[in-house]
DNA sequence: ACTGAAAGTGCTCTCAC
DNA sequence: GTGAGAGCACTTTCAGT
């Protein structure tokens, strides 16, 4: 399904996707024509979700991170879809998941200052009932990626080389 | 240094990259050139740090995050470096903050399963002596978007309004 | 399946206002 | 800030390898 090729050309484009596709190809070896029908390709698969342009945080200041922990008291499905809404809303929630173990959410959470996460922590609890929350400020963000890791793509050996086996 | 139509610009790129400047500038309510020059100098601001393909994590066979709490010994300045280094080169760490609290590290990483991560682990405590290692995983990944919230970004009022004050 | 060429389109970026 | 225009990159097709 993704060849190696493929993969050479996501670790480009999750790098930047301005390069033209001329230059992309001549990287990977390949002439336009088909550089530009695997990316069209890859698109329509949905590998690409999308292509956007990342802020520097401290620019649009929201230089503290916060990590909030959520305990719940067990609720139906009714409650806890509710609760998904309500906080995906927020647009200071950067990052919300589900987990395993013993805190049951986590979320990553972008605000200017403490001051204005404690404000953000208000108008969350204010909209929905959380028995127990513990949040965690993070002092210092030494990596942030949008770059997944191309090393586990299923890859399908190209042609050549199977033929060769 | 940042105005509303600044930040609607910002707001739309963040979303999608792909949209032409002149489709843009409709939106924000500017005609081609100065919307273009409004981006140009967004980017030499280092306000748009990038542009980016954004991929889809189940596509490429990271399905499973982990998020891994560091606790070290208090070392010193140079083997805190070294470790920071060190973590930082594994392209399986997405996110690597230094925090405030009980735990000194977080670190996000993208595998693709539970067997992957006990593997990467193991590469990471060869490589790094660390004491104290907890780590929590996500079972549902519920919001994660690359958008930051622009409530927070400064705002000079546009000229207009400053006029009429 | 890829190459190369080539046509058509639409965008970028500059210049004059 | 506007509007127009030159140049260029990208898209898409087609014949050929």
């Given at each position: 399904m993704i060849d190696r090729i493929d993969r050479r050309i996501l670790s480009i484009l999750q790098e930047?996707?301005?390069?033209p596709v001329a230059e992309i190809g001549r990287r990977v070896g390949l002439s336009t024509t088909p550089c530009w029908r695997r990316i069209q390709k890859l698109e329509e698969d949905g590998v690409i979700q999308r292509r956007v342009a990342i802020l520097d945080p401290k620019k649009v200041n929201v230089k503290v991170t916060a990590f909030v922990a959520i305990t719940t008291s067990r609720h139906n499905d009714d409650w806890l879809r509710k609760f998904a809404d309500v906080i995906s809303e927020f647009p200071e929630v950067i990052e919300f998941y589900r987990m395993a173990g013993q805190v049951d959410y986590l979320l990553r959470v972008a605000v200017p200052d403490i001051e204005a996460y404690d404000a953000f922590y208000k108008r969350l609890i204010a909209k929905i009932d959380i028995s127990d929350v513990s949040t965690s400020f993070a002092m210092e963000q030494i990596k942030s990626t949008s770059q997944l890791p191309l090393s586990y793509v299923q890859t399908e050996k190209p042609r050549a080389e199977r033929d060769d086996q």
């Amino acid at each position: 399904m993704i060849d190696r090729i493929d993969r050479r050309i996501l670790s480009i484009l999750q790098e930047d996707c301005t390069i033209p596709v001329a230059e992309i190809g001549r990287r990977v070896g390949l002439s336009t024509t088909p550089c530009w029908r695997r990316i069209q390709k890859l698109e329509e698969d949905g590998v690409i979700q999308r292509r956007v342009a990342i802020l520097d945080p401290k620019k649009v200041n929201v230089k503290v991170t916060a990590f909030v922990a959520i305990t719940t008291s067990r609720h139906n499905d009714d409650w806890l879809r509710k609760f998904a809404d309500v906080i995906s809303e927020f647009p200071e929630v950067i990052e919300f998941y589900r987990m395993a173990g013993q805190v049951d959410y986590l979320l990553r959470v972008a605000v200017p200052d403490i001051e204005a996460y404690d404000a953000f922590y208000k108008r969350l609890i204010a909209k929905i009932d959380i028995s127990d929350v513990s949040t965690s400020f993070a002092m210092e963000q030494i990596k942030s990626t949008s770059q997944l890791p191309l090393s586990y793509v299923q890859t399908e050996k190209p042609r050549a080389e199977r033929d060769d086996q």
